[in-house]
T-cell receptor
Framework: GAVVSQHPSRVICKSGTSVKIECRSL??????MFWYRQFPKQSLMLMAT?????????EQGVEKDKFLINHASLTLSTLTVTSAHPEDSSFYIC????????FGSGTRLTVV | QKEVEQNSGPLSVPEGAIASLNCTYSDRGSQSFFWYRQYSGKSPELIMSIYSNGDKEDGRFTAQLNKASQYVSLLIRDSQPSDSATYLCAVNPSRSNAGKSTFGDGTTLTVKP
């Protein structure tokens, strides 16, 4: 149980464009989902907590207008990186609660 | 001082040996402690969780927690080449908020055949 699916696994986009990443809970309802970012050889950094039906809570230093989070249903949260720049290139990972121990497979974003 | 500190490694052990991974944390009120394994290019997978002082064993893995010393460790017995990965220590302020954890930078383990 507690399977979290993330899509896409890899995406390359041009600087200035927007990219949407989906996180789905496949076999349970996720009232809360978490979005992390991991730069090479660094640890996971929590970006935001996504709550179904309400606004996301962003961690200090994370721009909410740049990283748009929508949690419109109990099984889906999306992270949209708006006006992406090369410094946004990273590995983005979601996890869901309940089942908060399980991470999605991650999305490798490369902005060129 | 980082909230969660781990030796970055790399730690190299021969196949069949015991690998010992260490983690210290700064928040004395932390309640939940996790060890994740992360293969290169993949997302982390949970291998152990521990909440109380002492040892917790699961197969070849043993987690050890000492809240007084703010220290948690992971022992891997009979290490296999497939154990080669980065091991992340994560600490959470509560038992219920499992998703909102603080992670260490990870220790890279290499098990040599």
């Amino acid at each position: 149980g507690a399977v979290v699916s993330q899509h896409p696994s890899r995406v390359i986009c041009k600087s200035g464009t927007s990219v949407k990443i989906e996180c789905r809970s496949l076999d349970f309802q996720a009232t809360t989902m978490f979005w992390y970012r991991q730069f090479p050889k660094q640890s996971l950094m929590l970006m935001a907590t996504s709550n179904e039906g309400s606004k996301a809570t962003y961690e200090q230093g994370v721009e909410k207008d740049k990283f748009l989070i929508n949690h419109a249903s109990l099984t889906l949260s999306t992270l949209t990186v708006t006006s992406a720049h090369p410094e946004d290139s990273s590995f983005y990972i979601c996890s869901a609660r309940p089942g908060g121990y399980t991470f999605g497979s991650g999305t490798r974003l490369t902005v060129v | 001082q980082k909230e969660v500190e781990q030796n970055s490694g790399p730690l190299s052990v021969p196949e069949g040996a015991i690998a010992s991974l260490n983690c210290t944390y700064s928040d004395r009120g932390s309640q939940s402690f996790f060890w994740y394994r992360q293969y290169s290019g993949k997302s982390p997978e949970l291998i152990m969780s521990i909440y109380s002082n002492g040892d917790k064993e699961d197969g070849r893995f043993t987690a050890q927690l000492n809240k007084a010393s703010q220290y948690v460790s992971l022992l891997i017995r009979d290490s296999q080449p497939s154990d080669s990965a980065t091991y992340l220590c994560a600490v959470n302020p509560s038992r219920s908020n499992a998703g909102k954890s603080t992670f260490g930078d990870g220790t890279t383990l290499t098990v040599k055949p």
